[in-house]
């Protein structure tokens, strides 16, 4: 059998047109010699009726400190939906489909509600239908512990499903339907010239999810990356193009860097509060509390920056007061100012590379956005500025490294 998972994001989901558009793709898998398994997310976002976010609305006006494992129950209905309803439209066209629920195609997780990881696939009820040409539709960001109780994956955790799959079962490749018009160099909504990429490497799309960029769920990429696994990045009612991962090298055939893009994309992320300790010297063990208290209540850091003389990071605006009851609760005092936002430039092409951040500061100065952080990688390099200049920024930023211009 030659298997490939196709995963189709609510998006792609929410109408009867879009799920015909849908269904054409897995028709058109089953025409090259494909067996297809298909992954579904809940159809729609918040407001539509059976979005995860409506549900788990649902659930909190009844009781804002819902119990996991009930949020679990509740969030895992919408996927299911999903399944049922795309494998009637494929049964409605004379195509043999069968709807399975995280726990019936197999799907065993860790048991921790709300961001369980999976720990194994018992893939045979899924490869008895492949053998039987029947498509499974399977209910993603869902399984099910040993001890037979219902978890959700987190947020993108329909791609994780897709991906973990895909492993499990051998694909050749995995296919990601969405909105969009494959991963593109910046977000054309900021930037009318941004281009889509059509081939990019782990490292990257990895990098590029990791700092802003919604296109796949970083976990999902490592996943990925670990079983050497093709994905395919699509807009759903398109049958060619898309954004083709694959463990590409940042060198040609002969061991040399070529001569292409040192930059790939850029990035950002809105909506951020910076953190600054009024007293630098807090102790170190004060410090360890707060910060576990923070992982505690699942606020993630970022853009940290330690020294004697100093002590910030960011966090999201919407875990601002969390941040400051951690700190007051071991004694310190930390001041917290929202309206901030992160901008990312990211590729290999940068590794080794001199003068990569000149032209970082040089963007952002056209821009006239003021850089009061900064962290890098080997893939990126990311800037703290003020939200009211990101849009500036990015134009800026994509003009500065020649990515609305044809690659060469």
């Known amino acids: ?31 090259d010699g494909y067996n ?31 119990p996991g494992r009930e949020a679990d129950v509740i969030a895992s ?17 004379g195509v043999k489909a069968v709807s399975l629920t995280g726990w019936q195609a197999g799907i065993i997780t860790d048991g921790n509600f709300g961001q369980a990881e999976i720990i194994r696939i018992k893939k045979e009820r899924i490869l008895k239908y492949a053998a039987e040409g029947v498509v499974a539709v399977v209910a993603g960001f869902q399984g099910v512990s040993e001890q037979g109780e219902i978890n959700t994956l987190g947020r993108g955790g329909s791609d994780t499903t897709a991906v973990a799959l895909a492993a499990a079962l051998e694909s050749e490749a995995v296919e990601i339907y969405s909105d969009v018009d494959t991963v593109m160099t910046a977000d054309p909504r900021l930037v009318p010239q941004a281009r889509p990429i059509r081939d990019i490497g782990y490292q990257e799309i990895l990098q590029m999810a990791r700092e802003g960029a919604r296109v796949i769920h970083p976990r999902a990429v490592d996943i990925a990356i670990q079983y050497n696994l093709p994905l395919v990045l699509k807009k759903t009612g398109q049958l060619d193009g898309g954004t083709r991962v694959t463990h590409r090298s940042a060198k ?22 910076q953190v600054r300790l009024q007293n630098p010297a807090t102790g170190c063990k004060e410090l360890e509390e707060a ?34 009851a951690a700190f ?58 003020r939200e009211m200049d990101v849009s500036r920024a990015v134009q800026e930023l994509h003009q500065e490294f020649g990515l609305g211009e044809p690659e060469k």
């Not at 919408?78 to 066209?93: K, R, T």
């Not at 002969?254 to 790939?264: A, Q």
């Open 1 to 31: 059998m030659r298997l490939i998972v196709q995963k189709f994001g609510g998006s792609s989901l929410n109408s009867a047109q879009m799920r015909r558009q849908a269904l054409q793709h897995i028709l058109a898998a089953r025409q």
């Open 77 to 93: 209905c919408g996927e299911i939906i999903s399944a049922a309803v795309m494998a009637a439209q494929i049964n409605a066209v």
């Open 252 to 273: 040609d055939e002969k061991g040399f860097m070529p001569k292409g893009r040192v930059v790939s994309g850029i990035t950002h992320v809105t909506g951020l509060a």
């Open 36 to 66: 297809p398994v298909v992954v579904v997310s809940a159809m729609g976002r918040r407001g539509d009726p059976y979005a995860t976010d409506t549900l788990l609305d649902l659930l909190s006006a009844v009781d804002p400190a819902a």
């Open 328 to 385: 007051s609760a071991v004694g310190c005092e930390a001041s917290v100012e929202n309206g901030y936002a992160k901008v990312s430039v990211v590729g290999s092409g940068m590794r080794g590379i001199p003068g990569v951040m000149a032209r970082v500061v040089a963007g952002l100065n056209r821009a006239g956005a003021d850089i009061l952080q900064t962290a890098d990688s080997h893939l990126s390099i990311s800037c703290l500025i």
């Open 291 to 324: 910060l576990h208290r923070l992982a505690g209540a699942g606020v993630s850091i970022d853009l940290i920056s330690f020294s004697p003389k100093e002590k910030m990071f960011t966090v999201p605006s919407a875990d601002s007061e969390r941040v400051i």
